[in-house]
Antibody, heavy 119, light 110 residues
Framework: QVQLVQSGAEVKKPGASVKVSCKAS????????MHWVRQAPGQGPEWMGI????????SWAQKFQGRVTMTRDTSTDTVYMELSSLRSEDTAVYYC????????????WGQGTLVTVSS | QTVVTQEPSFSVSPGGTVTLTCGLS?????????PSWYQQTPGQTPRTLIF???TRSSGVPDRFSGSILENKAALTITGAQADDESDYYC??????????FGTGTKVTVL
């Protein structure tokens, strides 16, 4: 069965960086894109970006331009999202979400990783 | 920047029908935006309900249906049940590899 298992909660100081991992299993890792979505406390989800695990190509929302890096490791079936220059507004649960076979939607979600940015 | 808009809240009686919509601050939603819908209860991971406008995800009851209604994507719950009380979010594909979540609708069943 498809599983996306994310790394554990993080506490970071403003200005620091955080790297969240998402290990996939139960399907061919390179066959489907992986998205990153975050959700701040009490807010709706926000799409961050997408990684093609086969090619390594990425796209991200304009607001994260210059601050986000998305990578993948095909030897461990893991995708990574690194966000730099953290500020308090980046406090959120970060999810990886697999793109479904029919594309343009998310079919499986990781359990979420809480990132807290606090001085 | 174009905002994806949803009604903030809806109330529906048990057994009743409610239609949520997903529009654009500028322009019309069509099937080319590949609208999808997600249900989320507080503290839980989103659950996929509908993709490609009107295709139900595996295991989703047929009381949930998707469509395009008057230039907006729509999610209709027919015969609402107590456990449909949740937040609902649409997602649109904006082109060039970019996606956008809607502002969300809180549905209360009472």
């Amino acid at each position: 069965q498809v599983q996306l298992v994310q790394s554990g909660a993080e506490v970071k100081k403003p200005g620091a960086s955080v790297k969240v991992s998402c290990k996939a299993s139960g399907y061919t890792f390179t066959s489907q894109n992986m998205h990153w979505v975050r959700q701040a406390p009490g807010q709706g989800p926000e799409w961050m970006g997408i990684t093609n695990p086969s090619s390594g190509d990425t796209s991200w929302a304009q607001k994260f331009q210059g601050r986000v890096t998305m990578t993948r490791d095909t030897s461990t079936d893991t995708v990574y999202m690194e966000l730099s220059s953290l500020r308090s507004e980046d406090t959120a649960v970060y999810y990886c979400a697999r793109e479904g076979p029919a594309i343009y939607y998310f079919d499986f979600w990781g359990q979420g990783t809480l990132v807290t940015v606090s001085s | 920047q174009t905002v994806v808009t949803q009604e903030p809240s809806f109330s529906v009686s048990p057994g009743g029908t409610v239609t949520l919509t997903c529009g654009l601050s500028s322009g019309s939603v069509s099937t080319s935006y590949y609208p999808s819908w997600y249900q989320q209860t507080p503290g839980q991971t989103p659950r996929t309900l509908i993709f490609r406008t009107n295709t139900r995800s595996s295991g989703v009851p047929d009381r949930f249906s998707g469509s395009i209604l008057e230039n907006k994507a729509a999610l209709t719950i027919t015969g609402a049940q107590a456990d449909d009380e949740s937040d609902y979010y649409c997602v649109l594909y904006m082109g060039s590899g970019i996606y956008s979540f809607g502002t969300g609708t809180k549905v209360t069943v009472l």
